[in-house]
């Protein structure tokens, strides 16, 4: 959520700054706005909607300027408001803030009673009174936001200007990602590298609570106690038209017709015919993953789903007990660590603020060790986690993650498959579990085949405002997943629930205005599962099965629309099965009308609590 660009360079930086927050889109945001500096002279644009009408103020009215600083910003304090945009100004400081500052109230009082007034209800805005109040007072720039971040409580990363200093931007970082754009004669800084792959492919990842300091010819990096600091430059392997949506309408069908390749990708070099190849999870791996003896996962939203389908794969296969939570939760509970637990932690961007904390906070608690899984070469959650598994997944822009999902899940299945071994599970069902997770990218790629289906079970969604989803065993976490793509992007309410569960009060809600969702591979609960379609059908609800060939004319006979998967089930169903529920969200939105890949209230990438 929330993004930042900033640019001093030998050329006009008002295109690269509006061209950056384009590609940064897709995090979430409801305002935008850019302030340039040239020759001392601020010029600031701010607007309430999207970076579109920033860039249209820009071109009635365009500007030059080397050194500017920029931003989308998603509400927490203070309501969307071209008043409440970034960038804040105050005298001479201006400042683009993500995160939030937990005691800016007890700094606004303070700041007030010193006669300084105020412009906008954001916590933000305090900064750009701490760092201006330094300046008036002698401070160097660097100093003065020294000075400033020193009096914050909670998590930013920052860039800022004065308008005093036109060749310098001073950019800052704790709890939210900051990185570096190395250019000719420019650099860059920015909350995402993909906000920079138009102007560099060299970049660097400030750390937490490192100072950067920027000019169009030096780059420097200190702690806030003023000590420089080495950090090693990137290259970049993201591309442009890694981010473009080539010839699919949004983002997010490319994001699902992408996981094929996304799930190969992750498997590449780590599953061999007889399992999981040594050391995937980096040095040291294997022998730490020999001394565990039970796992707490953590993780949020989508992630959090990955986590529940791992709970049902390494407690049937190691015989390991496992807990999954919600990392919001975790966090403010007095968490039982029986020894030798393994800490893992999910998050497609890596900076899932609740998700680090908790990661953090295991230092105190005594864990055998943390894995993270993840999207993000260079995020936070994979520099600080002991041992971690990249998902190559691929930049995802849309909202709803679909193919961070399916690849979390094969990460998750390789750590199954390595637990499994490690505790002794017999290598011929090792070989075959790994047979099917190989055969997972071409499982999928025939589940895509039923776009087509899903529509016309998507037509008969679109006008609902209710929606049940049904699943038991492994596949409920399924079912939950796919409530959710529902909810996030049509807007349609919608609950998952154990299909046994239906007598215990879900029930109640089913006549026939209420569709119901059932995930029905052919596995072990399968005629438990017809047993509870039954009393669904017995009280009048519509019913529409995701089910695989095993299901016969069960279906068809009580009455209900079945999109058939010519799959089985098995280890790798949780994956197959939940392609078509992507797909049912994606066209219900669709005709629906909703913003697609950028739904309302919602951000990509959340880096506050």
């Known amino acids: 959520m929330c993004g930042i660009v900033a640019a001093i360079a030998q050329r006009d930086v008002a295109p690269i700054l509006i061209a950056g927050l384009k590609a940064l889109e897709y995090r979430g945001y409801d305002s935008a706005g850019l302030a340039v500096l040239d020759h001392g002279e601020l010029r600031r644009l701010r607007a309430k909607g999207k970076v579109r009408e920033v860039e249209s103020l820009y071109r009635a ?72 109040r330094a300046l008036q007072q002698g401070a160097s720039l ?16 920052i860039a800022v200007l004065d308008t005093d ?64 600091q080495q950090r090693r430059v990137h290259t970049s392997e993201l591309s442009a038209d890694a981010v473009e949506r080539g010839e699919f309408r949004h983002y997010m069908l490319k994001e699902i017709f992408e996981q094929p390749r996304a799930v190969a990708d992750t498997l590449e070099g780590r599953l061999g015919t007889h399992g999981v190849l040594p050391n995937i999870f980096g040095a040291g791996g294997d022998a730490l993953l020999s001394k565990v003896r039970g796992l707490h996962i953590v993780a949020c939203g989508t992630s959090y789903h990955a986590g529940m389908v791992a709970r049902y794969w390494v407690e049937s296969l190691a015989g390991l007990p496992v ?45 055998l060790g943390t894995l993270g899984i993840c999207n993000v070469p260079e995020s936070s959650l994979v520099r600080e986690a002991d041992l971690k598994l990249m998902t190559r997944a691929g930049p995802e822009i849309g909202v709803a993650s679909t193919k961070a999902f399916t690849t979390q899940l ?33 499982a999928i790629e025939a589940a895509l085949e039923s776009s087509d289906e899903v529509l016309a079970m998507a037509e008969q969604l679109v006008h609902r405002e209710h929606a049940l989803y049904l699943g038991r065993g492994v596949q409920y976490a399924v079912a939950l997943e796919g409530a959710l793509k529902l909810k996030e992007i049509s807007y349609i ?83 197959v099965f939940t392609v078509p529920l992507q797909l049912l969200a994606y066209h219900v939105a669709v005709l629906r009308g909703t913003d697609v890949d950028q739904p309302r209230n919602l951000a990509k990438s959340v880096t506050v609590e």
């Open 61 to 132: 009215d365009p500007f030059p300027g080397g050194t500017g600083i920029a931003h989308t910003r998603w509400a927490t304090h203070g309501v969307p408001s071209e008043g409440n945009a970034h960038p804040h100004a105050a005298g001479r400081a201006v400042v683009v803030h993500n995160g939030i500052i937990e005691n800016h109230e007890a700094l606004r009082a303070e700041l007030q009673g010193e006669g300084r007034r105020f412009s906008s209800d954001t916590d933000s805005e305090v900064i750009a009174h701490l760092v201006d």
């Open 142 to 157: 660097r100093d003065a936001v020294c000075q400033a971040v020193d009096k914050l409580s909670g998590a930013y990363a």
């Open 165 to 228: 200093t036109p060749d310098t931007i001073i950019g800052a970082r704790r709890g939210s990602p900051l990185v570096v754009g190395i250019g000719i004669g420019e650099h860059f800084l920015a909350s995402d590298v993909q906000a920079l792959i138009q102007v560099t492919r060299k970049v660097v990842y400030l750390e937490e609570g490192d100072l950067v300091e920027i000019a169009r010819e030096r780059l420097d990096i200190f702690d806030l106690e003023g000590t420089a």
């Open 323 to 367: 807990s999954v939570e919600v990392a919001s939760e975790y966090r403010y509970r007095d968490v039982v660590v029986p020894e030798n637990t393994l800490f893992v932690a999910i998050s497609q961007s890596g900076e899932t603020a609740d998700t680090l904390s908790a990661l953090r906070e295991t230092r105190a608690r005594g864990y």
């Open 410 to 442: 094969t990460a998750l299945a390789l750590l199954a498959l390595e637990l499994g071994r490690q505790q002794g599970v017999a290598p011929e069902r090792l070989a075959a579990l790994a047979g099917e997770l190989a055969h997972l990218p071409r």
């Open 493 to 575: 309410h919608a609950e998952a629930y154990p299909a046994g569960e239906l007598k215990h009060g879900p029930l109640a809600l089913v006549d026939e205005d209420m569709p119901v969702i059932a995930v029905a591979p052919s596995d072990a609960l399968l005629e438990k599962l017809k047993a509870n379609l039954q009393e669904v059908r017995a009280r009048g609800g519509e019913l529409h099965v995701i089910g695989s060939d095993a299901i016969g004319r069960d279906v068809d006979d009580l009455g209900g629309r079945l999109l058939r998967l010519h799959h089985d089930g098995g280890f790798i169903a949780p994956a």
